[in-house]
């Protein structure tokens, strides 16, 4: 019994080593200098910053993954909902300008208002519709992308533009930096602000009791009295809302405006890092420095040695099969399945 | 709107839509044995790449498209085991899927065909004389690839197989009730397995056709969402092989028609306009709701 | 004569638990044979045995006094068995034909030709005395008409031995008769048959004698012509249970009040057509009926899980007169809900007990305070209704998966009852539970009416209706007949009103 289960483990983790080492490997490169790159660059001086600048939007996105997925539903419009954040702050930001904390308060409440309005719509269509938050979210994803390219070269545009970017937001909306050379802004505290509240909600309120509940057996959602179709769309929302919050953030903290791709790819790489974490609140900022230290590591290797950055996708999708599989080989756990 | 706008948008739409329609082919007959495979985005962005590679590397399209095959085959064979075998989210093992595709294709691309200037040896149309030149049908229906025909017979096999032999109505026993099917000695994860491949073969050959006979070449992300309008178009024609073909082809000329629109609106954001796929993909799955298949 | 079938000490244990010991019997042909015995006495194992679903651990099998080795069903086919399945193996979406093909491996390759395997089946039919609509969807199909099926499959290869694992349990008597027949017809033409029942009626009806087990041993047999009745419930029972506390409880004012009401299904049928009644306090009405006759559909609107279409529901529980109400706030003003699918409704299985508990009580003052959960209050309530209604389990912090189906009923019981509790809706309460379990629900129900709980129990075991109830309700498609007092009509009227609206 014990045996199978440790070969089974074995199995898992040298798949999981095995495929990022054999295109390291087909790249033409040494397993040990991409090893030793970047652990020395996630740990040293210049990375270690940037391990958590990455893991910021990744926490945020992640928790608001992990909630829905908590409740039986698949969110993987994190793209779209980050993108609906930026815009929706940006776009009131000039309000917000002199009013000190309270503004900057405000403009990260506008960026949750957007993403939470996509999450519901989406809700809602799942709910009145019988329409797949699947395809749904995905779908939107797309379309955000087109309507924020079309806004930041129009109605939103930067008025001098040196590439396609929208207006600056005023400063008082500016997330401050917290170590004095570095990019890590004052998004930490938000975001670790969040983990607590979010792992509150989820275990010690009747919200996140009701949507454990929705996901693990919906019959008894029924059977208990729990309206089904306003929770669903109130999940969604909350898990768009954090993926709003996450562009705010972005915004806030790093670009200080909109541009292109911002945040491409953040969406999936939020699943994963839901996924790692078991679903748990308290466990998502660790499993976003764990990918923090894929992305901002994988921008070092690719400046270092030439290995393109899409290696750090190779190695989110094979960490995903290996978590997902995890419970093949270990006894059973308490997890949405 | 003169015929010969229509025409065009008609015969581009077909050719626009074929790599849907097959990703949707494979991945209806998946379905139907109970299974969903939204990772066939990634699957379809590794064939594309292995398929471009592959013609390039070879000259010869035809391999490329072999080599495209045997890619969306793996692939899907690791769905497979994943979630068979291993007892995984379906689900999460398909967005794995995407992600893999994703980093693949590109990784793979910049080492190698993108690294330099590569030509990619395309398939070339049939010319099927005299029927092409007949106005309106001729275009439309004769003018198009040997991957379409292929890929017509591919959607009409399906359905026949599904629906009038013994093969067909223990997949079919796979999706409506899985453990009567056990209990009545079926073998599920073998039928299963089946449906799926050849979700990956069709997917592989959607791939393809992108790279190798539509657009002659490999760019990054060019799957662009194509896999999940298959999905889409699979819950919309309810899993029935030829009608999700017919639906992938009506989004193929969605997007013709947005191309068309950008020139003869040329003010208008071109944004608007290339999101109408992906709106229309919403609209019909809101439309169709009563008709629409879902699980999970 | 060689007998058909001879058992010889089969015996089959999974784990600890000896699912058959030692068990022993045979069969002549054309003669048929009950098992009887109640729920957990190691029926089924027998059956899977004999069907070649699964293997013994020790002893044989001879088939006309040759030994055999069964390793599936296919194997068990060769020997000349087949076997009618209790739950029937069929894909409701899928037609009646394509369900017999599904059913009989050996048609299932190639290209389908219907119409040829339709020939074959008619054959059989015409036997049967039925005739199949092959394109009907199984959906349509009442629950008789699905036994058909399995029916024509079983009987596709002319076997020697049937076996019939609880043919009638859940069939109105019109059909349950139809089938009888249809055995004694076999019967003639010197067909063997197994019937496995836990009812006595079939057997009496029916068999030639019967075998009666317990606790997966087999403790004796009966000839049938002369044994007492009494006789053979000692054996199948073991020992004299308690005589049920049957007090009649003194009619009160009516608590719940339906009229006119009209509930349909997902599918859009109808599952309740314009019913009415009024269920007093201190009272049991039994609602009996076929299953799928809208019985559930009408559970689920009383208790607020399903919307109603037409006609209203009024709850007079002394505060206030609800009209329409949702499943949390009538649970709140006394409506307690005992659902009939315990794994999908009454509980979340991944969930320890403590969380469990908690599923209808969030608007509990001392569990709930300003949206958050009082986990320790609840962990408390928890270990002390664990205690009180003997459910074995570790503590509150169990798994609910790890308890025995008893044991969930217990728990979800001492969930749903207690103070302030006015009006039960009980689902087939005591359905596949052991004795033991099912004397103590039966008891509890007896107790609250005695405090004047309003109480509608859902049965499909007329003996429990007839033992409980005040009144009785039948459904019938949907169409409320009754209530009407127990001494006012009979098991024959009742069962009469169950199949025809």
């Known amino acids: ?337 | 709107m003169d015929l010969v706008l229509i025409t065009g948008i008609l015969a581009a739409g077909i050719r626009l839509g074929m790599p849907i329609a097959l990703a949707a082919i494979g991945e209806s007959v998946s379905e139907r044995s109970g299974i969903f495979n939204i990772g066939i985005e990634g699957i379809m962005l590794s064939a594309a790449f292995v398929g471009a590679w592959g013609s390039a590397g070879t000259g010869s399209p035809w391999l490329g498209i072999v080599f495209a095959m045997v890619i969306g085959l793996l692939l899907a064979g690791f769905h497979a085991l994943m979630v068979l075998v291993l007892g995984v989210n379906q689900f999460i093992s398909g967005i794995g899927m995407v992600i893999f595709g994703l980093g693949f294709s590109s990784f793979a691309a910049r080492l190698t065909i993108a690294a330099k200037p590569t030509s990619i040896p395309g398939l070339p149309a049939i010319d099927l004389g005299a029927l092409s030149n007949i106005p309106f049908i001729g275009p439309i229906l004769f003018g198009q690839s040997p991957l379409a025909f292929i890929a017509l017979v591919l959607a009409l096999a399906a359905g026949w197989v599904i629906n009038r032999t013994a093969f067909g109505l223990e997949i079919r026993a796979c999706g409506e009730g899985d453990e009567v099917a056990r209990a009545l000695a079926v073998p599920v994860n073998g039928r299963r397995t089946a449906c799926i491949l050849f979700g990956g073969l069709t997917a592989g050959l959607g791939g393809a056709y992108l790279s190798v006979v539509q657009v002659h070449a490999f760019v990054e992300n060019m799957v662009a969402g194509r896999g999940f309008l298959a999905v889409a178009c699979v819950m919309l024609g309810r899993r029935r092989p030829f009608i999700a073909f017919l639906s992938s082809l009506g989004f193929g000329i969605a997007e013709a028609t947005q191309i068309r629109l950008q020139t003869i609106y040329p003010d208008l954001p071109y944004q608007f306009l290339v999101i109408l796929p992906y709106l229309a993909a919403i609209v019909a799955l809101v439309i169709g709701h009563r008709n629409v298949e879902r699980s999970a | ?501």
């Open chain 1, 1 to 337: 019994m014990i045996t199978t289960r440790l070969i089974r483990l074995g199995l898992i983790v040298g798949f999981a080593a095995l495929v990022p080492a054999v295109f390291v490997l087909l790249a033409g490169q040494s397993l040990w200098r991409v090893l030793t790159t970047l652990v020395l660059y996630a740990f040293g001086p210049q990375g270690w910053s940037e391990v958590l600048v990455h893991a910021i939007p990744l926490t945020l996105i992640g928790l608001g993954v992990a909630f829905a997925l908590r409740a039986g539903l698949f969110n993987i419009g994190g793209d779209g909902q980050f993108i609906a954040g930026t815009v929706v702050s940006v776009f009131f930001a000039p309000y917000f300008g002199g009013l000190g904390l309270v503004g900057l308060l405000a403009f990260l409440t506008c960026g949750f208002i957007g993403g939470a309005a996509l999450g519901a719509l989406v809700g809602y269509l799942r709910e009145r519709f019988n329409a797949s938050e699947i395809i749904v979210t995905i779908m939107f994803n797309y379309v955000a992308v087109q309507m924020v390219s079309y806004l930041i070269r129009g109605p939103m545009a930067d008025p001098m533009p040196f590439w396609p970017r929208s207006y600056m937001i005023p400063p008082d909306c500016i997330l401050p930096v917290l170590v004095p050379g570095t990019r890590l802004h004052a998004g930490l505290i938000v975001a670790l602000a969040m983990v607590i509240v979010f792992a509150i909600i989820q275990h010690r309120t009747v919200f996140g009791f009701q949507s454990l509940v929705l996901g693990a057996n919906p019959g008894a959602a029924i059977y208990a009295g729990f309206r089904v179709k306003a929770l669903t769309v109130l999940v969604m929302a909350v898990s768009g809302g954090l993926g709003g919050l996450a562009g705010a953030v972005e915004v806030g903290g790093l670009y200080q405006r909109i541009v292109d791709n911002m945040g491409e790819g953040f969406g999936l790489a939020g699943i994963a890092v839901a996924l790692i974490a078991r679903l748990e609140p308290i466990a998502i900022p660790f499993a976003a420095c764990l990918f923090g230290i894929f992305f901002a590591g994988g921008g070092a290797l690719q400046r270092e040695l030439a290995l393109p950055f899409p290696l750090v996708w190779i190695v989110e999708a094979t960490v995903i099969f290996a978590v997902a599989a995890l419970h093949w080989a270990l006894p059973d756990r308490k997890v949405a399945a």
């Open chain 3, 1 to 501: 004569m060689i007998p058909f079938l001879e058992a010889r000490g089969l015996t089959k244990a999974y784990g600890q638990l000896r699912a058959n010991d030692d068990v022993s019997f045979s069969i002549l042909p054309g003669e048929i044979v009950g098992i009887v015995g109640e729920n957990g006495a190691g029926k089924s194992t027998l059956v899977k045995m004999l069907g070649g679903a699964i293997e013994p651990d020790s002893g044989s099998i001879y088939i006309s006094g040759e030994r055999v080795t069964m390793r599936s069903p296919a194997d068990a086919t060769k020997a000349g068995i087949s076997l009618v399945h209790q739950h029937f193996k069929l894909i409701d979406s899928l037609t009646v034909e394509e369900n017999l093909v599904l059913g009989r491996p050996e048609l299932r390759h190639g290209v389908l030709n219907f119409k040829a395997l339709r020939s074959g089946f008619e054959g059989v039919g015409k036997d049967l005395g039925t005739s199949l609509q092959y394109d009907a969807r199984v959906s349509t199909l009442s629950v008789g008409g699905r036994q058909q099926i399995e029916l024509v499959r079983a009987l596709f290869h002319e076997p020697r031995l049937l076996i019939l694992d609880e043919p009638t349990a859940v069939l109105p008597p019109t059909e349950r008769e139809r089938l009888l027949c249809l055995i004694r017809r076999l019967k003639e033409r010197g067909m063997a048959a197994i019937l496995i029942s836990h009812k006595l009626d079939d057997l009496y009806d029916c068999c030639d004698r019967a075998v009666v087990m317990r606790a997966g041993r087999v403790v004796g047999s009966s000839d049938l012509r002369s044994d007492d009745r009494g006789q053979l419930v000692r054996l199948i029972v073991g020992e004299e249970l308690p005589p049920p506390e049957v007090r009649r409880g003194t009619r009160g004012a009516p608590l719940v009040s339906v009229r006119e009401l009209v509930v349909r299904r997902d599918n859009g049928t109808v599952a309740v057509d314009r019913g009415s009644f009024d269920l007093h306090a201190g009272e049991i009405i039994g609602l009996c009926g076929v299953e799928g006759n809208g019985q559930t559909e009408l559970m689920h609107a009383l208790a607020g899980m399903r919307a109603i279409e037409a006609g209203e529901i009024v709850y007079a529980l002394g505060k206030q007169t609800a009209v329409k109400c949702d499943a949390a706030s009538l649970r709140q003003a006394g409506v307690a809900h005992i659902p009939e699918d315990r794994l999908h409704h009454a509980v979340v299985p991944s969930f320890t007990l403590t969380m469990n508990w908690f599923l209808r009580k969030l608007s509990e003052r001392g569990l709930v305070s300003f949206g958050f959960l009082q986990r320790l209050s609840a962990a408390k309530a928890t270990h002390e209704a664990i205690a009180i209604n003997d459910v074995r389990a570790s503590g509150p912090r169990a798994r609910m998966s790890d308890l025995s189906g008893g044991n969930q009923q217990k728990f979800v019981i001492g969930r749903e009852l207690g103070e302030g509790v006015s009006v039960i809706l009980a689902g087939h309460p005591t359905r596949g539970l052991d004795i033991r379990t099912v004397a103590v629900i039966r008891n509890r129900l007896v107790a609250e009416r005695a405090r004047g709980v309003a109480i509608l129990l859902l049965s499909a075991d007329l003996s429990e209706v007839w033992d409980l109830a005040d009144r009785v309700m039948v459904m019938a498609r949907g169409k409320l007949r009754g209530p009407v007092p127990v001494g006012e009509t009979s098991l024959a009227e009742i069962g009469h009103w169950m199949t025809t609206p």
